[in-house]
């Protein structure tokens, strides 16, 4: 590995003709001058390259411009998610049918245990064509169990039921404090509407006409317009108070309700694996707060420059969508069940973007996870957005027995990155492990798409593992010959080192720590380096 120092800002000082032939870079940063990133630079930062374009993305323009040939061949990513918008302008045709399946005869054409499975399967809904939206979280389930809400207590000495009763409790404290906290935003919007009527009689609140209110003249009005600026300043608008109070509903009356039957719908066992009869074909969204698998297809699909909202990785590709993450935490049967029907159905690739904290029935997982790396299909999981060091706490799914041991070789866990080059370099929200993350993609603001040809500016780790998906199917599809292992060994390798002093995530005031301390590899993924490592290793088996 050659070390590159990079002057950003100022210019590079190796040309891109100098580095071409090599694979990972490592790269000291210095003079890094922090911006906000304008929309024609920053859209899909994603994709940059940081010689280039003195941005961290992971090279997929670059790889696209030097040394992608674009193939007629597609490959299957499955993407376990929530409900999907299949008719959406950037992913049209860019979905997997099952030829073998004929739609709406309500048979079993191909024998495969799913009736009218034509895009994928809806493992949160019943035979009858229901679907559900929210879950409670695990430890909820967990709690319900013990019966810790008939007798009020946990067993001394059961340390799982006291860490789901100690995360019941602080997040039954902090949903009465946002609530308290947006009702008084709430009751300030009223008197605003008020007060600052003549300014706003539509309420079409803005920054700069409130500049323009003289408070000195109209001592009155003081009040109001500090508030007013305050929210705005801090995207505290009228629609976000809206839709967080529906957020805080949805957690008191699903998510954090012990009494909510959340498989009701469903009627399946949930502790049985081999019961299947559940379930169906609509892998559509049953809402309209159901974006997040829209969000992750553009991600990785995204009909490339065609001058629209989105940009994927990849458009060789066809999306098996599989719907079986509520709002809420997923059923570990659910999620088992999901791997093996991607696996059975031809997937080289599976995107998670999903996770939680407890897990009643891990080993439902693990054995999935085993059963992808026998039929070699990659799996590529974000490692979660709670800041933590997940070598201490275990975010599931899991890939190893103990944290120092993994149970396959096919399992890739990705942390969010930021663009800014400095301490802020992993997202502040990105879980991180040296032995349990082994890589970091871009994962913070970034532009993709949702229902109804729609668009959207997210961040999380669940937006960063699609990067790495798509790179990794750019990887199989140009040389399909590479084992899952083989492509995870690439991807890890290949990638960027940066050498920046950085804070934990999470952890404002703490001495800070290299970035390569966060993860396995130390690394981000590039697209560029992952490509010409991958034509040496094919060649090598040649």
Not at 216 to 235: C, G, H, R
Not at 447 to 476: C, D, K, L, Q, W
């Amino acid at each position: 590995m050659k070390k590159i120092f990079l002057v950003l800002l100022l210019y590079p000082l190796l040309s891109s003709s100098q580095i071409q032939n090599t694979f990972s870079k490592d790269i000291v940063v210095v003079n890094y001058k922090e911006k906000v990133l304008s929309d024609s630079i920053g859209k899909f930062w994603q994709h940059k390259d940081i010689f280039f374009d003195t941005l961290p993305g992971s090279s997929i323009d670059k790889a696209y411009q030097e040394l992608w040939l674009s193939p007629k061949d597609s490959i299957i990513i499955a993407i376990i998610d929530s409900g999907v918008d299949i008719n959406h302008e950037e992913l049209q045709g860019h979905f997997w049918t099952n030829n073998n399946e004929v739609p709406g005869n309500h048979l079993d054409d191909d024998k495969n245990g799913y009736i009218d499975d034509i895009h994928g399967w809806n493992f949160l809904g019943n035979s009858k064509g229901k679907s559900i939206s929210y879950a409670r979280k695990e430890f909820i389930r967990i709690l319900c169990d013990k019966g810790y809400f008939k007798n009020g207590k946990i067993k001394d000495g059961d340390s799982i039921g006291k860490k789901a009763e100690k995360i019941f409790k602080e997040q039954i404290k902090t949903l009465d404090e946002d609530w308290e906290y947006v009702i008084g935003i709430e009751n300030d919007y009223k008197r605003i509407g008020k007060d600052l009527k003549e300014y706003f009689p539509n309420k079409n609140y803005s920054l700069e006409k409130i500049k323009k209110i003289d408070t000195i003249a109209n001592p009155n009005l003081a009040f109001s317009v500090k508030k007013l600026d305050y929210y705005l300043t801090y995207e505290a608008t009228l629609d976000w108070m809206v839709d967080f109070k529906k957020y805080l509903k949805a957690l008191k009356k699903f998510k954090l309700n012990p009494d909510f039957d959340d498989r009701k719908e469903i009627g399946d066992d949930i502790n049985d694996l081999f019961d299947k009869s559940y379930g169906n074909g609509d892998i559509t969204p049953v809402d309209e707060t159901e974006i997040h698998a829209t969000a992750v297809a553009g991600l990785i699909a995204a009909k490339r420059n065609n001058k629209k909202g989105g940009n994927g990785v990849i458009n060789n590709v066809k999306l098996m969508m599989i719907r079986a993450v509520p709002s809420g935490d997923e059923y570990d049967k659910d999620i088992a069940l999901a791997i093996r029907y991607a696996v059975d159905n031809g997937a080289k690739i599976i995107n998670m973007s999903f996770g939680k904290l407890f897990s009643m029935q891990p080993e439902f997982v693990k054995e999935a996870i085993k059963y992808a790396s026998k039929h070699d299909v990659l799996l590529v999981h974000g490692a979660g957005n709670d800041n933590l060091n997940i070598d201490q706490h275990n975010f599931y799914p899991l890939d190893y027995s103990t944290s120092k041991n993994e149970i396959t070789d096919n399992f890739i866990n990705v942390g969010a990155l930021n663009y800014k080059m400095n301490h802020k370099f992993p997202a502040y929200f990105s879980n991180y492990g040296k032995l349990n993350v082994d890589i970091f993609a871009p994962g913070y603001e970034l532009h993709t798409t949702i229902p109804e040809n729609s668009y959207i500016t997210e961040s999380g780790t669940s937006f960063a593992a699609p990067i790495v998906t798509g790179i990794a199917a750019m990887v199989r599809l140009k040389y399909p010959l590479l084992s899952a292992k083989q492509v995870k060994q690439i991807i890890i390798e290949s990638g960027n080192k940066y050498h920046l002093q950085v804070r934990i995530p999470g952890k404002t005031k703490s001495p800070r720590v290299p970035f390569s301390e966060l993860s396995k590899s130390g690394k981000v993924v590039n697209a560029y380096n992952a490509l010409l490592m991958a034509e040496q290793i094919s060649k090598s088996k040649n």
